[in-house]
């Protein structure tokens, strides 16, 4: 039996036949969701994947710019 990390309702699906990375949407409230976990069966929201990957990319940003700003200053010696 799996629940939808949303509204907690039983999504109907055959847990042996889920992969990690599929789609997945609650019949009840209309959540879009994705298989993060096979074993135990995880759920979790696509828009929570989106804001973790949007997250990720703004500190691959960040890093650069420091690595930049370094190379900079190491020219300036």
Do not use: H, K, Q, Y
């Not at 036949?17 to 789609?23: A, C, I, K, T």
């Not at 969701?33 to 074993?39: A, I, K, N």
């Not at 759920?43 to 990957?53: F, K, Y």
């Amino acid at each position: 039996m799996i629940n939808c990390p949303a509204c907690d309702a039983v999504i109907d699906v055959d847990e042996d036949e889920l992969d990690e990375g599929d789609p997945l949407s609650c019949d009840e409230c209309g959540a879009s969701l994705r298989v993060v976990s096979v074993d135990p069966v995880e759920l979790e929201s696509d828009e929570d994947l989106d804001d973790d990957d949007e997250e990720e990319f703004e500190d691959f940003d960040e890093d650069e710019d420091e690595e930049e700003e370094e190379e900079e200053e190491d020219e300036n010696w």
